[in-house]
């Protein structure tokens, strides 16, 4: 059963950096496609970076810039560096893994940023 465990956030200054991980329970965690999302207060869920079994990234162009998405495959760890952060950042964010066909969704990680 594939289980996805977000951590990293937390409440942070305008301006400041967090770093936010998604360890995932795959076998072949190579294989799959990970993206970040993003539920802010009273809004729908958005589309925040993806990287694909292969490498490749894609950003919302409202973070491109700041944050960065990256994975470790020996660690089964898919991770998103979120810099020169603001207020309207402010979200609970969710990993999603798309793995043989199905997808896969974590409980989420809570980020605020609030001077």
């Known amino acids: 059963q594939v289980q996805l465990a977000e951590s990293g956030g937390g409440l942070v200054q305008p301006g400041g950096s967090l770093r936010l991980s998604c360890a995932a329970s795959?076998?072949?965690?190579?294989?799959?496609?990970m993206t970040w999302y993003r539920q802010p207060p009273g809004k729908e869920r958005e589309l925040v970076a993806g990287?694909?079994?292969?490498?490749?990234?894609k950003y919302a162009e409202s973070v491109k810039g700041r944050f960065t998405i990256s994975r470790d495959n020996a660690k089964n760890t898919v991770y998103l560096q979120l810099n020169s952060l603001k207020p309207e950042d402010t979200a609970v964010y969710y990993c999603?893994?798309?793995?043989?066909?199905?997808?896969?969704w974590g409980q989420g990680t809570q980020v605020t940023v609030s001077s």
């Open positions: 999603k893994a798309y793995y043989r066909s199905k997808y896969y």
């Open positions: 795959i076998t072949r965690f190579s294989s799959a496609d």
């Open positions: 990287i694909s079994s292969g490498g490749s990234t």
